[in-house]
């Protein structure tokens, strides 16, 4: 699924061959006759889920894109107003840091400015819940990255993130009057194996 703007400035929706199939196998009641009442309400009530569908979908692209927990936090903002990432990351170095993280824009964005402004609405977040969602996901994704390393001050060298903690192994029992196992040679049911030492 994937948006354009024609020479009128309407937005055009183009979605994959395979699911307008599969929305017609799994939704044939609403390719003939009568549109339901639910559907006819937000209809007429101007209601459009498509930006906010193509906006989750091109965030999950992203999510999955990178492991890195800063240019996860990143795509996350990238969908807020610049004004609500500025009221969730107080630190004006870690917005730096977003912004250079920032994925690029989707592939067909328009160049002219008034078609530019039209675009870059559909790709950020309108509807208060939709926004107070991306708020919360993006202080819990600063809060891991933040944990893994810190965002880059001038003046500072670079940290390199944390590597999570790993368990130390635990050396096997001794099962009681059993020998006591060597460091260098396998120990396995309270009986020394032979071999040299690796």
Known sequence: MRFSLNRYRAVVWTYLAEEVADFGRTCPALLAGRLPQALRERLAAHEDLRPRNWRARRLSLLLRATEDPWARAAAIASL?????????????????????????????????????????????????????????????????????????YPGRPPRLPRSPRLPRPRRPRRPPGGPTPSPCLPYCSGQRIRGPCR
């Open 80 to 152: 807020l107003d610049p004004l609500q990432v500025a009221e969730v990351v107080d630190d004006p170095y870690e917005r730096a840091h977003l912004d250079r993280l920032r994925p690029p824009p989707p592939p067909g964005m328009p160049t002219p400015a008034a078609a530019r402004e039209i675009a870059e609405r559909l790709t950020r977040a309108d509807d208060p819940d939709e926004i107070l969602w991306h708020r919360l996901s993006l202080a819990l994704a600063l809060d891991e990255a933040r944990a893994v390393c810190p965002a880059p």
